[in-house]
């Protein structure tokens, strides 16, 4: 099905935004693995919205419910499945929008995929909501990564073309960690304050704005990964367009490179402390699929808020004629300062899948 991935770790995605409760199964996740659960706890109220006058005023605790999987706090080989409820829903806002689709949402094509039946309150199964469960695998992916010397971290790139320092060639665990403590997760803090009042512009205009995040993977070793069509980037480029709003990826250099000459874009092999590493990093970790020892770095582009409050165009389906929509509720002006740890939390599983496979030079 659409909302399932992964080979080795099985992670199946269900419930709905403003359903009784959203949830995630996992199958194959290695047993005797312990979770720290104030780190999980802390990883998911990242996401978690409410928090900040930046994010929508939906509160919501995002407090796991493990139902299977997990024994005393350590998993136990069977697969896990723990659900999130939706506590504060105001499905109210949604009544009158059945047959006038939102501009920038799933409702359109969601009615003609699955007829008048489907379920688009507050985007239904196709909502940014649906980034919470996928939180919870990701912060146990993470953890169960550190234990072998590999971290995940991200950061604000960009936010309405204000552009923050890019990662260093080989960022630290360090930097990960003071970004994870930060409300805009940025590493020029001056770069976050001006962020913070483009969307605050935004929101006052009744509009919203779009960015980019750039994620890390370090420690991992070389060797992980196949050629052609099971490359470390093509499996990471399926999970992370699975996140609502995505609707661009690079890595390494990404489109700039098209601008260089091969004599720039070429990352010369130097060994550094008995190891063989590159110069520079343009290919973002990965050449022919595979990982060549240096950070995996990636780059997604996040659209802005389909969900504003101006007055748009549309349609009314039923009656086939043009209309006018003034969309009520909660939402955010900008997705993308919740949005870093959900690509950490993608990029983590998809990680782990692909040890857990065992297709590298080392074992799991």
Known sequence: MSSEYGKKLRISIFGQSHGKAIGVNVEGLPSGEA????????????????????????????????????????????????????????????????????????????????????????????????????CIIGGIAKQILARRGIYVGAHISSIAGIKDEQFPLEPSKNLFDSLAKKAIPVIDENAGERMAEAIRTAAGELDSVGGVIECAVIGLPAGVGSPMFDGVENRLAQAIFGIPAVKGLEFGAGFEAANMRGSENNDPFVVKNGNIKTATNNCGGILGGITTGMPVVLRAAFKPTPSIAREQNTVDIKAMTNTTLTIKGRHDPCVVIRAVPVVEAVTATVILDMLLEGNNNGSF
């Open 35 to 134: 979770i720290d659960m104030d780190e999980l706890l802390a990883f998911m109220a990242r996401r978690a919205p409410g928090t900040s006058d930046l994010a929508t005023k939906r509160r919501e605790p995002d407090i796991p419910v493990f139902l299977s999987g997990v024994e005393n706090g350590v998993t136990c080989g069977f697969p896990l499945c723990a659900i999130i409820e939706n506590k504060d829903r105001r499905s109210g806002d949604y009544a009158g929008l059945t047959n006038t689709p939102r501009p920038g949402h799933a409702d359109y094509t969601a009615g003609i995929r699955y007829g008048a039946s489907v379920d688009m309150r507050g985007g239904g199964h196709f909502s940014g909501r649906l980034t919470a469960p996928i």
